[in-house]
């Protein structure tokens, strides 16, 4: 059958952007850069009006970017996302996660102008479909031309599987070479 809520949507979004300033408080030596940001979208009824219509999305994210040191700067997000179950993405696909909570650190080190590693690290808090999931990534990156990452995808919330990935890629003017060798989730 058809679904009579699908005809069209209705929702917005909101981005804020805040830079505390160098030498204060909040901003320290080098300051700090916020960013949030709010969207929501409900389906339009088959008349394409408001009344009736049903949540599809929900979604709010933190992101607060301080470089500590010269050498030293990290990322901090948290996410929010809450998807109904019983609607369908824009492809026409079921939507399996409903509420989710999303923790990212990016920690970025630059030994030397052309030596610098990142570690990321992530965590994925669900009750729905595969739940819970963890990843680490480690890059090391010999600039300008070459990076070498490892990265490990957990789900530790359902299946127990891990989603190891290792690779190399070279950088010359626009051009890119990656090889990589490793498990994919879902193919992707």
Aim: proline share 1%; glycine share 10%.
């Amino acid at each position: 059958g058809t679904d009579k809520f699908m005809s069209g949507e209705i929702g917005g979004q909101l981005d804020a952007f805040y830079n505390f300033r160098r030498g204060t408080k909040i901003g320290g030596k080098r300051g700090m850069k916020v960013h949030a940001n709010f969207s929501t979208y409900y389906s339009l009824n088959e008349n394409g009006g408001t009344k009736g219509s049903k949540f599809l999305f929900r979604d709010f994210s933190l992101d607060v970017e301080r470089q500590w040191t010269k050498k030293f700067k990290t990322t901090l997000m948290y996410s929010m996302q809450d998807y109904n179950k019983e609607a369908k993405n824009s492809a026409g696909y079921e939507v399996y996660v409903g509420l989710s909570h999303i923790i990212v650190a990016d920690l970025l080190y630059k030994w030397t102008q052309s030596f610098s590693t990142r570690l990321e690290l992530q965590y994925l808090a669900s009750k729905d479909y595969q739940k819970d999931w963890m990843a680490a990534l480690l890059e090391v990156s010999f600039a300008p031309h070459w990076s070498v990452f490892a990265s490990d995808m957990y789900n530790h919330g359902d299946t127990g599987l891990h989603y190891y990935n290792a690779g190399v890629s070279y950088l010359y003017k626009n051009i890119r070479l990656a090889a990589g060798y490793g498990r994919y989730r879902a193919g992707f």
